[in-house]
């Protein structure tokens, strides 16, 4: 299905849908969001059946929660990728349930977004994406290491110091600097962005 | 900074980041009840992590998978959805 850039505002997309509208609200909501949200579960979750399966649950729940979401503690995207992680850590924590003896391989460094083509079907990478992407990448491996752990595979900062072998202080240090880099990075972006 | 900052803030990035536990929700929410301002702080790390989130490449999603949702809610309108949704639109 076509994932052209939408023009209309997803704040008035999601009031319509909070009036009811499970038509052509829900239908431009799905056009704009379900591309990047499935991005986002087959990362969490690695594998495309689960991730389309759980896709379907988040944007029921979207559409449950509409009459929810509220401008001013938060933007449209953030409310989605918010919903979306959820679910997705949900699906990972039953997944865990099913087969307690598998083990999470990880390597200290992996980077969170590899550069170069992905075997699925891409649909549009902006240069708004490109240049997220590039930002994350300038922060150093140990920072990408612990949010990588903590926002995709939902572990508190106990779990990822004894994943890491690190002490707690440092893993609570190195989240509040990539966060901090990434807080800062953001509004260069934007601007750039304007600029260009 | 003075050090109760630097802890709201790392309380507020722990949180952004999903790593923080039961105890430092805790701590931050009774800081953001004394300093209101704090809350700016924890909404921009949430907003750079989405905004990392919702950068991957978007993938080719399937007007069958639309065509399910729209049959669920159709299904659960006017049942039990409308019901979940109308206790959402009170609370």
């Known amino acids: ?41 087959m990362k969490m979750l690695g594998s495309r059946a689960e991730a389309e399966e759980i896709l379907q649950e988040v944007f029921v729940e979207l559409w449950r929660r509409a009459p929810q979401y509220d401008p001013a503690r938060g933007s449209v995207v953030a409310w989605v990728v918010t919903v979306a992680r959820c679910r997705a850590l949900d699906a990972l924590r039953a997944r865990s349930r099913r087969h307690k003896d598998r083990q999470t391989e990880y390597a200290e460094g992996d980077a969170l977004v590899t550069e170069g083509g992905r075997p699925d079907v891409l649909v549009s990478s902006t240069r708004w994406h490109q240049a997220l992407r590039q930002a994350f990448q300038r922060l150093n491996a140990e920072q990408r290491a612990v949010l990588e752990l903590s926002y995709f595979q939902g572990m508190s900062h106990g779990q990822i110091a004894d994943t890491l072998g690190l002490p707690v202080g440092t893993v609570k240090s190195r989240i509040l600097a990539g966060m901090r880099s990434m807080r800062t990075m953001l509004p260069v972006i934007h601007r750039a962005m304007k600029a260009s | 900074m003075s050090e109760r900052k630097e802890r709201a803030e790392l309380l507020a990035a722990l949180h952004a980041a999903g ?26 790390f949430e907003d750079s992590i989405a905004a990392l989130a919702s950068s991957f490449d978007p993938l080719e ?21 409308a019901r979940v949704r109308s206790w959402f639109s009170k609370s």
């Not at chain 1, 008035?12 to 704009?32: E, H, K, R, T």
């Not at chain 2, 999603?61 to 159709?74: E, N, V």
């Open chain 1, 1 to 41: 299905m076509s994932s052209e850039p939408q023009v209309r505002d997803p704040e008035q997309i999601v009031a319509a849908m909070a009036a009811g509208d499970s038509g052509p609200a829900l239908s431009a909501f799905y056009a704009q969001f379900a591309g990047m949200v499935l991005a986002l579960l």
């Open chain 2, 19 to 44: 790593a923080a536990s039961e105890e430092d929700e805790k701590e931050l929410a009774a800081l953001i009840e004394g300093d209101p301002g704090l809350e700016r702080v924890v909404k921009d």
């Open chain 2, 61 to 81: 999603t399937s007007a069958r998978t639309l065509g399910k949702i729209k049959k669920q809610i159709a299904r659960e309108k006017g049942g039990v959805l």
